[in-house]
């Protein structure tokens, strides 16, 4: 009975923090009022160690790790905006492939950005501009800019396509001594379902929505909208992408180079005085590699137009600084709620009643699905469930003569489903980049949800009738 009441407490949680997520309150108020709660129903005893010693250290840890990734997105985003270089971009994309394409070219420009490692929530900074652009000129509705951006950032160039940096295809490695190139064919096959099954979503609820009188305009209020430039003064398209292509050459620089121009293990003393500082740099290297990436492209921004920029900068920066404020206090409330939650008694009635799955491939996918949903996180719910099970999945997978390729390959895609549920920080971050809210943008979001889903286990089907890997 005590074991029922754990699980409950820890749904109950769950569904209150999507329920006021989607009704439109503020998550950095209710993720901690969610933590607190469940901890008050398990153990009230424990309510203020958990939320100083786990809540605001995790709170805390998050904010100290990726704010300035946050700022440098934001500002590159605005920059991006205000020099007219997202508006270029548009007149451009719809002069070569015409105006029907528009949520293709969306996904296409987030596509490359996150296969070249940039992080989602800078591709959301640095697409919206340009997604904002081009749906008000093709009269698209705004409604669909995030589940497009999350679409082309968040699904198959995370986790099935051989060779991507994401750290969901990362993880697994360390389990299953893989590599981030594993299963290439199960991967594409998997990429190929999401893209076909996301994209006709994707358009099919566009027409669906424009049937019914729906334009850009016309089913959202109007937020956070970039400034239009005349077509006079637009600059040229190839420096306007250039700024783009620029941060994912220079990630993939950087991150090959840093390890070679720093130790594993950097230890820097400043005087006599003072501690001497210890940073591991494998723990860093993918932050700092993006961070000096943007730094860079936003230098390449001001100089290439400051004429464009000097009279509106200062402004500008303030938007910015305040649009990563927020975007990252949201997303790292939530990263304290999950913490707590993955702390619960209930959440160890979870993670055991998943292990009496028999086969090992729907074992992993369903398990690493759920743990994801419940702490809204890709990266947490894998984390979690591997840390816990990966010997249970390596040895049921060696019993039944499955590669371990193809368990890696199954966690990566089973970690990017059903995490981008309402409390999702990447999801909250994306939508408030694009002013919108739950109830407008977050239906479609799930329609992307529901394709990736089932993505993950229809490649488990494949590779049992034909035994690719």
Known sequence: MEEVMDFLI??????????????????????????????????????????????MSKMVTFIENYFPLFLLGALFGKLIEMSGFAQSIVTTVLRMIGRNQTLL??????????????????VAFA???????????????????????IFGGATFTMDCLPGTPAIVNIIPTSFFHTSIYAAPVLGMIGATLIFCSGYAYLEWSRRRMMAKGGGYAATCELRSEPEILADASLPNPWVAISPLVMVGVLNLFFTKMLP?????????????????????????QGIWAVEISLAIACLFVVCTSFKTLKAKFAGASQTAVGGAMLATMNTATEYGYGSVIAALPGFLVIRDALTSIPNPLLNEAITINALAGIVGSASGGMSIALAAMADSFVASANAAGIPLEVLHRVAAMASGGMDSLPHNGAVITIMAVCGLNHREAYPYIFGIVICKTFAAFAVIGIYYLTGWV
């Open 260 to 284: 070679v121009w720093y130790p594993a293990k950097i230890v820097v003393e400043m005087n006599a005085i003072t501690k001497p500082i210890t940073v591991n740099l494998p723990a860093l």
């Open 105 to 122: 070219a969306i996904c296409i420009v987030s596509a490359v950005l996150t296969y070249g490692g940039v992080s989602l929530f800078v």
């Open 127 to 149: 697409v919206y501009p340009f997604a904002a652009e081009m749906c008000r000129s093709t009269d698209v509705p705004k409604n669909l800019i995030p589940a497009t951006i």
């Open 10 to 55: 820890c749904l109950l949680s769950l569904a209150f923090l999507m329920f006021v997520a989607y009704r439109g309150f503020s998550v950095i108020l209710f993720a901690p009022i969610a933590a607190i709660g469940a901890v008050m129903l398990t153990d009230p005893g424990n309510i203020l160690p958990v939320y100083s010693g786990l809540f």
